[in-house]
């Protein structure tokens, strides 16, 4: 395999240096000073990507422990909830509410697309008609299985209206970062992420935010939990602590990966996904390629491919790594049909041309009649375009002080 390694995959992302040199520093006491200012630093920098003015928990977990969090934090068994399911994530989210009693009734909806807003609400209404009004929404901000980014504050809005007391779990693990997200704005109430994605840092940690009307639903909410208790990872976190012993190398890595986001800034971020997101596209069209996900609501963050005929992943797969290229197969019902292109965390439009470069000699050797310097063509010139509308575009986001 060639080095250095194209990891081109919805996360873990690849580490830039500094991050890197970070994980392997020396450990501290994880209830001394020096742990209590980086936790204090990394959480008041979270509330920025998060836009809240809620605290942001640092858990030591996966994603998924996060989800679990937010679930187990704020529902009993029995509650109704609707899961707005539009791939792997969405239904990952459903079944650990039904594994601690909840009543999930699922809005299913087709690989590729996102939700519409005006069906969850109608289904939302539907729910009250029936005598068992939703008492949460959860909702997959950006499904990394299928490359669709929902359109939230919509989404949000409609829940809203249709279900004013409906607490709003986002599955934000994914898109948060990367994705414009305003969680108090367009009043989420559980938003969660995890460290090896937009954060650039290792998998290890995962973050969730509680709005006030979520803290309260804490009070009342009766589902067991123990090592998620969020309660006890506040009151922890009053004594710059956290409950358990953390993940400290992958916190030295956050507070790393956080002075890299906080020089570039979110506006920028946010523009040098959306070209990395375009040019991916841009360049996997240009080899006849078919695209999943539909181009309103196509990721920023990842990808997704279907299979190009007589083309399988394992081939796809074994003829990318031996030129040091390494992208995701498909999940769930998509196993085998489609593939994706990871772009997230530290990655730069030059990366996705070099991606489409190998990608473009891999299909070749299978045999795939190929335009040579097609793909990366499109991919750098759609990547230019988005960054000479990034320059005009007002910054959709401007960071908290
Ligand atoms: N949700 C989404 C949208 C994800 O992309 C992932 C991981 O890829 C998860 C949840 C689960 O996170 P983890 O694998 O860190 O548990």
Known sequence: MSDPVQLRIPGPTPLPETVREAGS?????????????????????????????????????????????AVVNTLSPGDSVL???????????????????????TLAVEHGK?????????????????????????????ETSTGVTNPLEEIAQQIHHDAPDALILVDAVSGLGAIPLEMDAWGLDVVTTGSQKSWMVPPGLAMVALSPRAWA?????????????????????????????PAISVAFALDEGIKLIEAEGYPRIF??????????????EALGI?????????????T??????????????????????????????????????GHLGSVTTDDIVRCMEILEDALAELGLQIEPGASARAAAQAAA?????????????????
């Not at 996904?273 to 841009?282: D, E, I, S, T």
Request: with cysteine.
């Open 25 to 69: 520093r020396q450990m501290v006491n994880h209830r001394g000073p020096e742990f209590k200012e980086l936790l204090g630093r990394v959480t008041t920098a979270m509330k920025k990507g998060f836009r809240t003015e809620s605290e942001v928990l640092i858990i030591t977990s996966s994603g998924t422990g996060a989800l679990e969090a």
């Open 83 to 105: 899961s707005v399911n539009i791939g792997v994530f969405g239904d990952r989210f459903a079944k650990i509410c039904r594994a601690y009693g909840a009543d999930v009734t």
């Open 114 to 142: 996102a939700a519409d807003p005006s069906d969850v609400g109608a289904q939302l209404r539907e729910m009250a008609a029936d005598g068992k009004p939703a008492v949460a929404v959860l909702v997959t901000f950006n």
């Open 217 to 245: 639903a804490v009070e009342r909410s009766t589902m067991p939990r123990f090592y998620f208790d969020l309660k006890l990872h506040r009151d922890a976190m009053a004594r710059g602590e956290t409950p358990w012993t």
């Open 271 to 284: 523009a040098r996904h959306a070209a990395c997101g375009a040019a991916a596209r841009a360049g996997l």
């Open 290 to 302: 078919r695209l999943l996900a539909d181009p309103d609501v196509a990721s920023n963050t990842v």
């Open 304 to 341: 997704s491919a279907w299979l190009p005929d007589g083309v399988e992943w394992s081939a796809l797969t074994k003829v990318c790594r031996a030129r040091g290229l390494v992208l995701a197969g498909g999940q769930g019902q998509l196993t085998g049909k489609i593939f994706r292109v």
């Open 385 to 401: 375009n988005a960054n000479d509308g990034a320059t005009e575009r007002k910054p959709v986001f401007a960071t908290t002080a």
